[in-house]
């Protein structure tokens, strides 16, 4: 399950929570059972199918697009699982086959309409997705202009979206842009894998082995054992490389990161 699902449903269950009357998912589903109803039935994608059903009701108590944007990020995974869990055919019952149909017809009409609703947003998540998920060059152009802007420079999530557009055109930019989120992480948390592989990635295609190395050996030590350091590993042995030094090197990256204390090693 994605992380912002999780921190979704905790902090919607926290909003909804009153002094006396805690908001349960049966509850919602009991008092406004249109938000429940157009969902897949069966136990398939229950913890995405929870996260939907609080995002919901919190977008109609208060319609912000900062509530829109953690709606459309819920469907969108909601979606991914109970299309898949659609091409599963109940032998048995048929019934549970199409309330998964309707749960993927429901999110793509939601999420059309969000994306009605905030055509002329500003906030940054929403523009990113306009742009990457609807193509909407206008809604790129607006997120590079307010790059510079402290609240898009202090959040993580929009500062990797940034780096994925930027991978594209300028390497150099997107190791700041990575750097950056990095230092935006906190004690305990892990980064996103990406992070790590896109250093690898841009720091192998630009002979920075070493660099290379280091980051290949963080993601190791973060838990992300899917990246090949073989063949830094063998360009930096062929050089002569001592690679214990390195190694010291990539557990002290990695404890600052992990400690929530990682500086950029390019504003020094």
Known sequence: MRWWLISSLCITSV???????????SKICADTPGFCEDLNKDSHCKEERAAVIFSRFSEYKTPTDDNKYT?????EQ?????????????IKLK??????????????????????????TEHPGLLYYHWSRRNNR???????????QENVKSDSEIQLFLATFYAKIDDDKTIDI?????????????PDPEVFASLVSIFYKQQKYKHAYI???????????????????????????????????AAKTWEEINNGEFLSPRNF
Request: proline share 1%; net charge negative; glycine share 4%.
């Open 78 to 90: 909601y979606n991914q699982c109970v299309s898949l869990a659609a091409q599963i055919e109940h």
């Open 138 to 148: 206008m809604a790129l152009n607006k997120l590079l202009n307010m790059q510079d």
């Open 95 to 120: 019934e549970k086959t199409t309330s998964r149909v309707e749960g993927h017809l429901t999110s793509l009409k939601e999420m059309t309409r969000i994306y009605q609703d905030t055509i002329n």
């Open 178 to 190: 990575l750097y950056r989120v990095l230092e935006l992480n906190k004690a305990d948390e892990i």
């Open 15 to 25: 909003l909804l929570s009153g002094c006396d009357d805690t908001v349960t998912l």
């Open 215 to 249: 980051f290949a050996k963080v993601a190791q030590l973060s838990g992300f054992e899917d990246i090949d350091i073989l063949p830094v590993e063998h360009k930096l042995s062929a050089s002569g490389k001592d690679l214990d030094s390195l190694d010291t090197l």
């Open 71 to 75: 709606l459309l990020k819920n469907f």
